[in-house]
């Protein structure tokens, strides 16, 4: 998948990776990057790189009628990045059942509900590529991490799902594993789990770069940081290993 001439969707694209993959797209040549994000007014820092070519756009992941509106005001669309995704600490036991809710409903449901209103889109634009933003925390349920490795896990099985559907109708569909990279989200959470303060931290603009690159590549799974790339290998020879390092952050 040439990402060159390319109209991309960045659903959470007012910070973190989402930001930085805005900026790795317009780096790589596409024609079009439309920034999604709850409320556009964030997004100035991002469409100032390049106004002509970022285009703000309201997309709340978790609203039916956002989402349907969204696809019609880009319905110009080729490459679809799912990044929008929300945590809440807490151990599942004992966490506010109405936070468990939350994350679901927005890392699993809010992504489905986006794929399933752009596949049409991209596929009416000749094909093109999805995206989807998971996190080695699917290989593994961290304790005090709550639902966010949960809702992980079940995005990582929506993603390998949808891929046998999307292949007829010209859609590569890529899962991508971060492991810790340097964002608010994870400065925030670092606060309640010790244990991650000695973990490598990669960049935004390195990690949105490694990610484009996997698309290019027609990767299906893409692991865009070192300490990402050790867990996939490590994974792969013994996924139980990895889930004892994971449970054993907190």
């Given at each position: 998948m040439r990402v060159h001439n390319a109209v991309v969707l960045v659903t959470g694209a007012n910070r973190g990776i989402g930001s930085a993959l805005v900026t790795a797209f317009l780096e790589r040549g596409a024609t079009r990057v439309h920034a999604g994000a709850r409320d556009p007014g964030t997004l100035a820092a991002v469409t100032a790189q390049d106004p002509e070519r970022v285009r703000p756009l309201a997309l709340d992941i978790t609203d039916p009628t956002s989402v349907s509106s969204a696809a019609l005001t880009a319905a110009d669309v080729t490459i679809l990045v799912n990044n929008a995704g929300v945590y809440a600490m807490g151990h599942l036991l004992e966490m506010d059942l109405r936070d468990v809710e939350t994350v679901m409903n927005t890392n699993w449901l809010g992504t489905l509900r986006v794929l399933?209103?752009?596949?049409?889109?991209?596929?009416?634009n000749g094909g093109g590529a999805v995206a989807n933003i998971i996190s080695v925390g699917a290989f593994g349920g961290t304790p005090s991490m709550g639902a966010y490795p949960a809702s992980k896990a079940a995005l990582n099985a929506l993603t390998q799902a949808v891929r046998p559907d999307l292949a007829p109708r010209g859609?590569?569909?890529?899962?991508?594993?971060?492991?810790?990279?340097?964002?608010d989200m994870l400065r925030l959470a670092s606060a309640g789990l010790p244990a991650m303060a000695d973990f490598p931290r990669a960049t935004t603009a390195d990690v949105a770069r490694a990610i484009v690159d996997g698309i290019e590549?027609?990767?299906?799974?893409?692991?865009?940081?070192?300490?990402?790339?050790?867990i996939g290998e490590?994974?792969?020879h013994d996924p139980k290993a990895v889930e004892r390092r994971l449970t054993t952050i907190a």
């Open positions: 399933r209103a752009f596949a049409p889109v991209v596929e009416g859609i590569t569909v890529h899962a991508v594993f971060p492991g810790p990279v340097d964002t590549a027609g990767a299906e799974e893409i692991f865009p940081d070192p300490f990402a790339e050790q490590e994974w792969s």
